[in-house]
Structure formats: structure tokens, C-alpha cells
């Protein structure tokens, strides 16, 4: 591809390059058409393409491109790729679509685009992903955190201020520890809506907390939570809690061909399969809860619909047994008190 600027620059026909290119932006342009009438004809095979693309057009390339490659969502991944690349907001994107995009951005969009279409998440590309409102830094070390997981928070948060949840915390607050806490997505959302929680935060991955301890930095929420490692809740000493939350790996080697190629190729496996079932690491974590949870206190856990009677089955013992469902209708949230 010829810059035309340059082309015609180069073959003295500059007085023609603004009303000929203004007139064709982003088509070929036939040489003829400008050597008609600068007196003076070019080769009729050489074509003058342009290079300029807007901000718009590269948009609609690039939705055009990820569906192409069978990329969820494209226009949403490419809106997400294109602000990464330009350091805008939406709104930018859809107020200046005339707007040019340089060299270097294009070089850039275009390789963001590529990495997407072999599988990368998109968070893992830009680095960030948003969750309860506030903008996490994401890495390969942790599980991109997802709308669903909100419906813990939920969960936790509506049982948290209730009058008698509270009335069990004797030195009025209350405690909660995050177990596998990834991005550190709950424990910071938590920390956010219950100002007065002692909150931990744990997990078996030393770079997952790394990234966890650099959220609640950035958030300036790293004195409100406590980070740990720990399988589970092996190798913690404090207890006994109000609130034993997690999102723990609940899906099963079995289901693996379902799951989006994104995810079984790129995010961390360990954060993703449980074992066989789905139902392995659950199995572990509510008989640890049960021990560390004060009476009345709530065991709160991401599930899906595949495990959800297996987890009801584990919960036999427990009071007040709850399976929310998401906006998909899927169950999602599985919630029970200690007796």
C-alpha cells in the first residue's frame, strides 16, 4: 500500500492530491484520473490505494474480522481492543468516527486483533477488566473475573447487613475471608460495600496474590484485607468467621469440550477444573467452612447449573440452604448457614 500523499508528491501532481483524495477516501484511484489533467499519464496497471482509515472504519473492519475468526462478541471485543488502543472511552469511539488513526495505531489494532483471534482473552491483552465498578489489573495468573461472580457479592452483602448476622459479630464487625481469591475481585468488592468487615483473602497461587495485593494498592483498600497463601483453608489459623466466601474451580475435565477455547487454553486450569466431576474442591471447601464458620455464620459459593443438586447434597446438614440463579437463568450462587 502507497501513502497517496507520497505517490503524488513524487510524480509532481501535489497541486491534485487534495480535491483527488478528499474526494475518494479510501478507495483505488485510477493514475489516469490524475494524470488527465495534470497533462502528463502514468502507468495504467499502477494503482494508488489509500492508507488512511478512520476511526469508524477501522471499527467495522475489526468486528468484521473477530467474527470472521468466530470470536464472541466481536463488536463488544473489538470496541474494548480499539480503546485500548487509542487510551479512549466508548463514547469517544462513537463521538469521532471521522477521527484518522496514525501509523503506529494501526500497526498496534491490528496486532491487539490478531492476539484476540487466536483465543487470548481480551482482558489479558489490555491488562484490565472491570468488576463491582472498579478497574482490576488482570494477568494469565488469574481467572478473568465475570459478571456472574457479582451475584456472590450480592449475596454476602444482603446477608451481611442483616440485623442478625450482625448481632453475632460481638466486636460489631464482621469477618470474612475469601478463599481462592484470584484477582482479588470478591474481597475487594467487599471491602468496598461492608466498610467496617475484617476481610482475608487467600489462595494457593503466589503470583495470583501478587496481582491481588496490587488491586487492593491500587484501590487503596490493601489495609482493609489481610492476603495469605493457603490451600483453601488449610493454613489459616483465624477463626471463627461470619462468612466463608468463594469462587472455586467447579468445572469438571469432563466438561472440558464445552468450554470456550479461551478459557480451557489460556486462563489458569487450576483456577478453572476441579478434578473429574466439577464437585472436587467444593466437596473439600464446605467441610473446612463448617469448622471455621461461628454458628449462623454463611458459607457463600460460585456454583453452575451442572453440580448445583450435587452441592445442595453437601449443604444436607447446613441451615437455610439457598441456590440463586443468574440472569441466564442458570444457578449461580449456593448460600447455607452453619447450625
Not at 469521532?96 to 496486532?111: C, D, V
Not at 454476602?156 to 470474612?176: F, Q, Y
Not at 483473602?201 to 494498592?217: M, Y
Request: glycine share 6%.
Amino acid at each position: 500500500m502507497i501513502p497517496c500523499e507520497y505517490f503524488v508528491k513524487d510524480f509532481g501532481l501535489k497541486s491534485l492530491r487534495n480535491p483527488k483524495i478528499a474526494r475518494y477516501p479510501g478507495k483505488l484511484i485510477l493514475p489516469q484520473w490524475l494524470g488527465a489533467r495534470s497533462g502528463r499519464h502514468l502507468p495504467s496497471l499502477f494503482l494508488i490505494t489509500i492508507s488512511r482509515v478512520t476511526l469508524g472504519e477501522a471499527l467495522k473492519s475489526a468486528i468484521q474480522s473477530l467474527t470472521a475468526a468466530g470470536v464472541p462478541s466481536p463488536r463488544l471485543n473489538a470496541e474494548l481492543l480499539l480503546m485500548f488502543t487509542l487510551a479512549c472511552d466508548r463514547a469517544h469511539l462513537y463521538g469521532h468516527p471521522e477521527r484518522e488513526l496514525t501509523k503506529e495505531e494501526q500497526t498496534r489494532y491490528s496486532e491487539t486483533l490478531a492476539e484476540r483471534s487466536t483465543g487470548i482473552p481480551t482482558q489479558y491483552i489490555t491488562g484490565h477488566q472491570e468488576f463491582w465498578g472498579m478497574d482490576l489489573i488482570v494477568t494469565p495468573a488469574v481467572l478473568v473475573p465475570r459478571p456472574e461472580t457479582e451475584h456472590v457479592v450480592e449475596k454476602v452483602v444482603a446477608r451481611a447487613k442483616d440485623k442478625t448476622v450482625r448481632a453475632l459479630s460481638t466486636a460489631g464487625a464482621i469477618a470474612i475471608v475469601d478463599v481462592g481469591t484470584g484477582s482479588g475481585c470478591i474481597a475487594l468488592a467487599l471491602a468496598k460495600e461492608l466498610p467496617q468487615a475484617e476481610i482475608q483473602a487467600t489462595d494457593i497461587s503466589a503470583a495470583a496474590l501478587e496481582i491481588a495485593r496490587a488491586n487492593a494498592a491500587r484501590h487503596q483498600l490493601d489495609d482493609r484485607i489481610h492476603f495469605s497463601r493457603s490451600d483453601l483453608l488449610t493454613d489459616i489459623d483465624e477463626a471463627p468467621f461470619d462468612f466463608v466466601v468463594s469462587n472455586p474451580p467447579y468445572v469438571g475435565e469432563a466438561e472440558e469440550d464445552q468450554v470456550q477455547l479461551e478459557v480451557r487454553k489460556f486462563e489458569p486450569r487450576a483456577a478453572v477444573f476441579a478434578g473429574p466431576t466439577g464437585i472436587e474442591v467444593i466437596a473439600r471447601l464446605i467441610p473446612q467452612a463448617f469448622e471455621k464458620l461461628k454458628p449462623g455464620g454463611s458459607v457463600v459459593i460460585e456454583i453452575s447449573g451442572t453440580i448445583s443438586s450435587h452441592v445442595r447434597e453437601l449443604l444436607s446438614d447446613w441451615k437455610n440452604v439457598e441456590i440463586t440463579k443468574d440472569l441466564q437463568g442458570i444457578a449461580r450462587v449456593a448460600a447455607a448457614e452453619r447450625p
